[in-house]
């Protein structure tokens, strides 16, 4: 199985900046897509940004500009670094990954347990 591992949530004034970072583990073969989602109270879970093996990047129209997702192939990490924040943003965030284990080369598609990230003065 593929483990993931988030870091860097947490509480910050809105403006403020905070990075996540998320750290797959696990009989890796391959790794296509990894992002970020978030579910804020009352409301279903929403696409924050992805970033496929080539680099590609998406982001969510209430993100854009203000969040950049990155990755380290070598290290299988995702990160997300969250400028600006705005108090909806509050929500807890879940990193994602998928692509292909083990020897037999079966597929994954990985969730971290979510990291909370508050944003209030």
């Known amino acids: 199985q593929v483990q993931l591992v988030e870091s860097g949530g947490g509480l910050v004034q809105p403006g403020g900046s905070l990075r996540l970072s998320c750290a797959a583990s696990?009989?890796?073969?391959?790794?296509?897509?990894m992002g970020w989602y978030r579910r804020s109270p009352g409301k279903e879970r929403e696409l924050v940004a992805t970033?496929?093996?080539?680099?590609?990047?998406y982001y969510a129209d209430s993100v854009k500009g203000r969040f950049t997702i990155s990755r380290d192939n070598a290290k299988n990490t995702v990160a997300l670094q969250m400028n600006s924040l705005k108090p909806e943003d509050t929500a807890v965030y879940y990193c994602?990954?998928?692509?292909?284990?083990?020897?037999?080369?079966?597929?994954?598609?990985?969730w971290g347990p979510g990291t909370q990230v508050t944003v209030s003065s």
């Open positions: 970033i496929t093996s080539d680099g590609s990047t």
């Open positions: 994602n990954v998928n692509g292909r284990q083990g020897t037999m080369l079966y597929g994954f598609d990985s």
């Open positions: 696990g009989s890796i073969f391959s790794i296509n897509a």
